[in-house]
């Protein structure tokens, strides 16, 4: 049998305070938070009506904040700058005409057809960064400048790249920039004034070839391509005929090419019948050469190197 506890109002309950002293003892705590938070307003250097000011503005500051943020996540402010955009173009300022510069190579009409393949033709709506990002994807294109010319014009200034050579591997003719880029295909039948370059990824060895032309200037004029041998060396060949083999590694032709520019000023080499120099091993140069025009060519006799004999010898 249990008995049923009572308690009676305003008696203590068993192990705390009377609840009226638990009461005041709480509005004391409080009193006293607030008497020390009010005696540390007092010791700031502003007054205390200025801090409840500012505590004031920085609240409706953070609530206008919130409500802010609200509004752009449903996209209020786009709607508002869209529907701006659209009034601008009602009254007028609509793209009307696209004007292109520095195109000299490429088909201007894939130009025209980005700049204007816009959801508005309202001038303050036309998003210029995206034209520009979609005229960087075109092969011909190394940069690009999209502006706006009010009332009723877009300005697209193109800068295209430079094609430095053609490129030939399997039995495919394309033309390539300083960095190797295929820009387009070339015909046969119209080849442009530019090297060749021959071989598997020989379009990445552009500025390799770049370099080692520029170790004898007086000859680039007289270059008519160059092969990709290997991955690994060159044969340069010349208009008038000959096959110039270089050595393996950047310093290595670039110094061998550089003599041979000094041996064609000193005994003129090139132009005298010569079909092939061969400079692959340091300190000895080989000749391939016709005995008489159209007659068998001879085969490569190796010989020190210095300036050849006059044509019409095996080998110097």
């Not at 249990?2 to 009377?18: D, F, L, N, V």
């Not at 529907?83 to 300022?93: I, P």
């Not at 119209?190 to 090297?195: E, F, G, N, S, T």
Request: charged content about 25%.
């Amino acid at each position: 049998m249990s008995e049923r506890a009572k308690i009676r109002r305003g008696a203590t309950p068993r192990g705390g305070q009377p609840p009226a002293i638990a009461r005041r003892g709480a509005a004391a705590a409080k009193a006293t938070r607030k008497a020390v938070a009010t005696r540390a307003v007092r010791t700031l250097p502003i007054a205390p009506e200025r801090v409840k000011a500012i505590w004031r503005w920085t609240i409706t500051a953070i609530v206008l904040l919130g409500v802010l943020a609200a509004l752009w996540v449903v996209r209020v402010p786009q709607m508002i700058g869209t529907e701006l955009g659209e009034l601008a173009g009602a009254a007028g300022l609509t793209v009307k005409r696209v004007e292109i510069q520095g195109v000299h190579h490429m088909d201007r009409l894939p130009v025209y057809s980005v700049a204007l393949d816009q959801t508005s033709t309202a001038m303050p709506l036309v998003d210029l960064s995206d034209i520009r990002a979609k005229l960087l994807r075109f092969r011909w294109v190394a940069d690009a400048r999209v502006s706006r010319r009010l009332p009723d014009t877009l300005l697209v200034d193109i800068v295209e790249r430079v094609p430095v050579a053609i490129w030939q591997v399997g039995g495919r003719l394309s033309l390539i920039d300083g960095t190797g880029m295929v820009l387009a295909p070339v015909d046969p039948r119209a080849m442009p004034d530019l090297p060749v370059m021959v071989g598997p990824d020989a379009n990445r060895q552009t500025a390799d070839l770049g370099a080692l032309l520029g170790a004898a200037p007086r000859l680039k004029p007289l270059i008519a391509g160059a092969t990709w041998v290997g991955g690994r060396r060159w044969d340069v060949r010349f208009q008038s005929g000959e096959t110039l083999a270089l050595p393996e590694g950047d310093a290595e032709e670039r110094a061998a090419f550089a003599k041979f520019d000094r041996m064609d000023q000193a005994a003129r080499l090139l132009g005298q019948g010569f079909v092939r120099f061969d400079m692959r091993v340091p300190g000895r140069f080989v000749t391939r050469v016709s005995r008489e025009p159209g007659a068998e060519v001879n085969e490569l006799v190796a010989t020190p190197a210095g300036p050849p004999a006059p044509a019409g010898t095996d080998a110097v």
